[in-house]
């Protein structure tokens, strides 16, 4: 039996399915402490058979790196209770002979949309996520990136729209795009929360100019063939159309994409790319041979 | 008998080695016409022995996906001659059983930073450099990032310095960071060449804003565990701390460096990690391979 988890900052999605991504069966319930959260997957995944490979997508960061000694577990977050709690450790208590994969909600996702979703067979791909904060999950060569510690997109610096004097919200660096751009951005600087701006509110040009050179970054960096933009505040009417023409505009003849479509489009999985990509990431049999052979011993 | 080539846009350099990056025995000289260069680095192997692999080290832009018809071919290069000329065909004919494996200039580099020098060991490096324009080579999990069409890092935006005006002089984006900080952009900006700009200038608080911007978007898209700062520019004195300071002061502690050195550090391999990285990539077993299978009947 295949099990995925995609523990989210306040939902959780705890599933049976293939290997390939595809859900069976699966079960949605709000994130609370730690212990009871994964008592209740647990439970809910016994009652249905013993898994042989569980994923685990979860929000970030976490220790990813199979050998260290935060491997595994929740690091440094506001979340109460969450810091330093081992994802993996009650996973393997409960099914000592399942292999066990980890990685971030949001490469889970990537992951997903670039194998069943709207990146499928592209081995270039980015998905970045734009909501309560921003964030993206990269892969080059059919890889998922994990880096050093963690990519942290939201995190990077754009340059202003001219004539914007809005400081940002990021409490670490201000006018980082997700300081400018992420949902709580967008409320503070407009007075209004996304969801409730029109289409045609210069809101969401301004939003276009940040986003475009956002990932205008990605493909200097990375170039991926395309750049999935999902996230609650990419539902908005248009909002693909308008980062497509502004990074047209600044990629000025450089990066031309190979689809006539362009870099930007929206997800294919909507709200099912994290606990795919779960599943997915069950399958991913050199990573899960890493957890095994190297951290045997620490579970 | 393992070979290497790297070819820059005005200077050559054949050499045999080891497959782990060790020149035996080298020559360079000035890059001319394409045949002309080709025919006379083929002479020099010849007359030493028969290759059995050769690594290609090339000024980008290059055809790097096996199966593309540009595959192995200078793409446009405002250099005569060059543009469309196939960088594997002569090769080929000229060792017909050699294993012939290519990639970018700035790759080969990085490869050899990270194998053996400047980040020897480490899995997720950055190379950057900084001369007639600004290029960067990644590895992330120990594998060079080729993307979709190619990295070409020196055409990302970054934020103005404040109470910059300078309008940037590159003729597609003007002020992207090739635009702003290569050597001909401090030239035309400052009036002065680069080398001949006194530490203490303020050119260089300028350059040293821009470059930790433009390194802030590496660490954010592909998490690094070192960045190394290289080519002409590069050589200035106290470059490198200016940039890792304000790299510290903009990344505001986020993305904390394994290293107590930071990140930003200089090339230990000098004016030769071009030429071991073609040595390394000689080695590279699976590339050859997908070389060997895919194109075997283009060659």
Redesign the interface.
């Known amino acids: 039996m295949i099990a995925g988890i995609e523990l989210g900052g306040t939902k959780t999605v705890i599933a049976i399915g293939t290997a390939e991504g595809r859900v069976i069966k699966e079960c949605r319930f709000p994130t609370t402490h730690p212990e009871e959260t994964l008592d209740f997957a647990i439970n809910w995944l016994a009652r249905r058979g013993v898994p042989t490979h569980i994923g685990i997508a979860a929000f970030g960061p976490v220790g990813l790196v199979p050998g260290r000694a935060n491997f595994g577990k929740v690091l440094a977050t506001p979340k109460p209770g969450w810091a330093g709690f081992s994802l993996t450790n009650k996973f393997a208590a409960a099914f000592p002979n399942a292999r066990l994969a980890l990685d971030t909600d949001v490469n889970a996702a990537a992951l997903a949309e670039a194998q069943i979703g709207a990146a499928a067979g ?3 791909v980015a998905y970045i996520t734009i909501g309560t904060g921003i964030g ?1 999950g ?1 892969l ?2 059919g ?1 998922l ?16 729209m001219p004539g914007d004097e809005y400081p940002g919200i990021c409490p ?2 201000r ?1 980082c795009l997700e300081g400018l751009a992420s949902g709580p951005a967008i409320h503070a600087r407009w007075g209004t929360p996304s969801h409730e701006i029109p289409s045609g509110h210069p809101a969401w040009e301004t939003e276009a100019w940040y986003l475009a ?1 956002g990932i ?10 395309r750049v999935i933009v999902g996230g609650g505040v990419s539902q908005a009417d248009g909002l693909h159309q308008l980062i497509s023409r502004k990074l047209e505009e ?1 990629a ?5 994409p ?1 689809a006539e479509a362009g870099y930007v489009v929206p997800p294919a999985l909507g709200q099912d790319a994290g606990i795919c990509g779960a599943l997915l990431i069950s399958g991913m049999q050199s990573f899960c041979e890493r957890l095994t052979n190297e951290n045997a011993g620490e579970w």
């Open positions: 592209l081995d270039d993206g990269i080059t060569g890889r990136v994990h880096g050093a510690i963690h990519p942290e997109f939201g995190h990077l610096k754009v340059p202003r670490f660096h006018d050179h205008l970054s990605l493909l200097a960096i990375v170039s991926p063939s600044i000025a003849g450089y990066f031309p190979a």
